[in-house]
């Protein structure tokens, strides 16, 4: 079974950074699974953003190649996504995801607004 909890999220200025965290607490390992970051604007349907692959491997969708990082501490049973120079085109709820046993999990998601 598996848990997604978000967090790290809250207001920052255009031009600043935000590293939100997604943890599972009640999986045993999250390198068995592929972990994805997604984002959803007010209005808007979930946009995939970043996603990171059990053997390492990660994936970004156009726009957040230059600014988005996502990484994963096994041992903490956590993925992160490093966001950096942001702008007010990005304020949304971000969303983790993944898919295990043919059963798809989202956590409840943090809202990022970026304003003045």
């Known amino acids: 079974q598996v848990q997604l909890v978000e967090s790290g999220g809250g207001l920052v200025q255009p031009g600043g950074s935000l590293r939100l965290s997604c943890a599972d607490s009640?999986?045993?390992?999250?390198?068995?699974?592929?972990v994805k970051w997604y984002r959803q604007s007010p209005g808007e349907q979930h946009e995939l953003v970043a996603g990171?692959?059990?053997?390492?491997?990660?994936d970004y969708a156009h726009f957040a190649r230059d600014r988005f990082t996502i990484s994963r501490d096994p041992a903490k049973k956590t993925v992160y996504l490093q966001m950096d120079n942001l702008i007010p085109e990005y304020t949304a709820a971000y969303y983790c995801?993944?898919?295990?046993?043919?059963?798809?999990?989202w956590g409840q998601g943090t809202q990022v607004p970026v304003s003045p």
């Open positions: 995801h993944t898919v295990l046993g043919g059963f798809t999990y």
């Open positions: 009640k999986a045993t390992s999250l390198s068995f699974y592929t």
């Open positions: 990171s692959g059990r053997g390492g491997s990660t």
